[in-house]
């Protein structure tokens, strides 16, 4: 738990002890989500003479939102995400997907709404923020105002300064308690007018599921909903620190309300509460803005807060603006609009209880192919939308699983389509695998980035790939029409299915000694390398025999590999040991072969010769010839390469 977390439940711990006395402090150091909770709680242990039934629902809502509450527990080195975007809490999808002014009061109070005073008014606008019982409507909102302080915007607009202009549009319709759509579109601009940062998000709930998604990103999110945690804190009106349910709950004791006249928005007529300042609000940090007077503009008939203006607690100007532009009650704004479909191309993770796979075929496949290779089975919980997981097999090349996530799956092969390579891992598959692949840093882990060349005109060229260690298993996933950021999220997505094996140790290198104990060849090393070289790790490459070749790099000061040392078997190496070249003698009189050998970007010169049944080459594209020859005269099969170290690549970061 962060220090943040701490600090929270400390505050938190002292508001509810404090509960039995009618000078409690309020919780407002709490953030958004904590604060919320604990005003909720409040509010309903304060309720008098409680039914059977408000009790039944307060111990149900209890317990759906204490999961999210902060305890005191130790602290945790997060592991990154193997599942980068975790499970939203009921709060937290609350402000992202139902940030609602509108929801609130669509309930007719009825009464003679002409003499009703400031604070019914107020008290009918909390009660209606509070159900889930409430007519379909529409609504167009605008926010105009002043960033006021950056970390009030953090979560949305992260990176501001506090002195930015703030817009943005929010497009609500609403149909039942778990069939809604709500736009969002916000942006932040310099005093020159330059747009310097932006958020976007659709959130869908169609029924039984809740939809989000990051057009800037291209990707979606989707969990089963809970419709009374959804419904939760709802707007966060003056930058996000205060919601609007709060902000109710507040005006009875924190504000002295005054109903001073009626005004029309969005085309309804509405009351306007002038609340004044708050007198709950301490002087504090990224509070200040939001400790000024607040005025509320509320629906004469349905008691909806339409408006709400506030002003900075700093220096007394108007900081912030909601206000509805277009409002229909008794309509959700037409048909089709509670469905919702990914994206062409979206990247989806699928958080619903019981969905991992495509299918449960598909996932007690995935479990018996991981049982019978014997490793740690894994599934991307990001996937191009459309694509579907094939049968997955055991390649017989390379004894990994291979599962092919098809655009058309029984069909012919697509450029869109995905494939995902696992296998135990080993130091040997890691070294080749990554060898010439850029690695790349984050949270969830180090991922090793080989870029292709695929020409999407042409349909040719080679595949882009990103590959991941997760408990001991080497997850590989490649294609051609993804772009290698989008390859890079789906392998940070990786998550072990049900069922699966346990996770096994990280690979360690063996010793040149080890080595030799289980080659059925000779292995020579150079008595003496030139000075300045540092020789990594030996590791078996899979090439020509059964056994494949051991090899050593050797890498200077600039961390490119200067030498190569090679041993295998006399049919090993793409046949380079019966090639022709020019013949030179060592020092010990053997015969060797000098040539060429093409590299992607680079030329080198190879020397060759057999010791026995071995064969022997030393490849360099830095080294002169001479150089060559005089290590080549000094290889023996009792030397050692010295301290060897990880290749830069497979070093921690």
């Known amino acids: 738990m962060s220090a943040y977390e701490l600090e929270q439940a400390d505050i938190l711990s002292d508001y509810l002890d404090a509960q039995e006395s009618d000078a409690a402090p309020r919780p407002l150091q709490l953030d958004r989500e904590t604060a919320g909770f604990a005003r909720r709680l409040h509010a309903l242990l304060a309720a008098p003479a409680p039914s059977p039934e408000f009790l039944g629902e307060l111990g149900r809502r209890l317990e759906r939102e204490s999961s999210s509450l902060p305890v005191r527990k130790p602290v945790q080195r997060r592991s990154g995400p193997s599942m980068p975007l975790r499970r939203f809490s009921a709060a937290l999808a609350a402000a992202m997907a139902v940030g609602l002014v509108s929801v609130f009061g669509v309930l007719n109070f009825g009464g003679d709404t002409q003499t009703a005073s400031a604070r019914e008014v107020l008290d009918r606008a909390s009660a209606a923020s509070s159900s889930l019982e409430f007519e379909p409507f529409a609504v167009v909102e605008t926010i105009d105002g002043r960033a006021g302080n950056a970390t009030l915007w953090a979560d949305r607009l992260p990176g501001l300064t506090g002195t930015e202009t703030i817009r943005g549009t929010t497009v609500r319709r609403f149909e039942s308690a778990t069939r809604w759509r709500v736009e969002e579109s916000l942006a932040a601009y310099a005093g020159s007018g330059q747009e310097i940062a932006r958020f976007e998000r659709v959130a869908v709930a169609d029924g039984t599921s809740l939809w989000v998604l990051d057009p800037v990103a291209n990707s979606v999110t989707v969990q089963d909903i809970d419709a009374p945690g959804y419904l939760g804190p709802v707007f966060p009106h003056g930058g996000g620190a205060l919601d609007l349910r709060v902000v109710l709950r507040e005006a009875a004791t924190c504000h002295n309300p005054d109903l001073t006249g009626r005004e029309s928005v969005g085309g309804r007529d509405a009351y306007v509460i002038d609340l004044g300042a708050s007198s709950c609000i301490r002087a504090a940090g ?271 000061a600039d961390g490119r590999t200067a030498l190569v040392v090679r041993n295998g078997q006399p049919e090993c190496c793409g046949g380079i040991g019966g090639a022709s070249g020019r013949e030179v003698r060592l020092a010990n009189g053997t015969a060797a072969t000098v040539l060429t050998e093409s590299y992607p970007g680079e030329d080198r010169l190879v020397v060759a010769w057999r010791a026995g049944e071995t064969l022997v080459l030393l490849a360099s594209s830095v080294l002169s010839e001479d150089q060559m020859i005089a290590i080549a005269s000094m290889m023996s099969d009792v030397s050692t390469p010295g301290r060897t170290e990880l290749p830069p690549r497979l070093a921690s970061p």
């Open 286 to 556: 990224a509070l200040a803005p939001l400790q000024g007077h607040r005025v509320l503009w509320v629906d004469t008939e349905t008691y909806m807060v339409l408006r709400v203006d506030q002003y900075s607690g700093i220096d007394g100007e108007l900081l912030s603006r909601t206000a509805a532009t277009e409002v229909e009650v008794g309509s959700a704004g037409g048909v089709g609009q509670f469905s919702f479909t990914p994206p062409a191309g979206a990247l989806v993770q699928d958080l619903r209880t019981g969905t991992v796979a495509d299918s449960g075929q598909f996932l007690a496949a995935l479990q018996q192919v991981g049982a019978d290779a014997g490793f740690r089975v894994f599934v991307p919980l990001l996937v191009p939308a459309g694509l579907v997981g094939t049968h997955p097999r055991i390649d017989p090349l390379d004894g990994q699983l291979r599962v092919v996530y098809a655009a058309e799956p029984g069909g012919r092969l697509d450029p869109r389509d995905i494939e995902v390579r696992q296998g135990r891992a080993t130091y040997d598959l890691l070294v080749a695998a990554t060898e010439d692949a850029e690695a790349i840093t984050t949270p969830g882990g180090t991922v090793w980035l080989r870029r292709g060349s695929f020409d999407a005109g042409t349909g040719t060229g080679l595949a882009y790939a990103a590959m991941i260690l997760r408990d001991g298993t080497f997850v590989t996933v490649q294609g051609f029409a993804h772009s290698p950021e989008e390859l890079v999220r789906i392998a940070l997505s990786v998550q072990a299915i049900p069922g699966a094996l346990p996770a096994a140790a990280a690979p360690e290198p063996r010793t040149i000694e080890q080595l030799r104990d289980e080659a059925p060849y000779r292995v020579f090393v150079p008595s003496l390398p030139p000075a300045g070289l540092v020789a990594e790790h030996p590791f078996v490459r899979a090439e020509g025999s059964a056994f494949g070749t051991i090899e050593i790099q050797y890498r200077g």
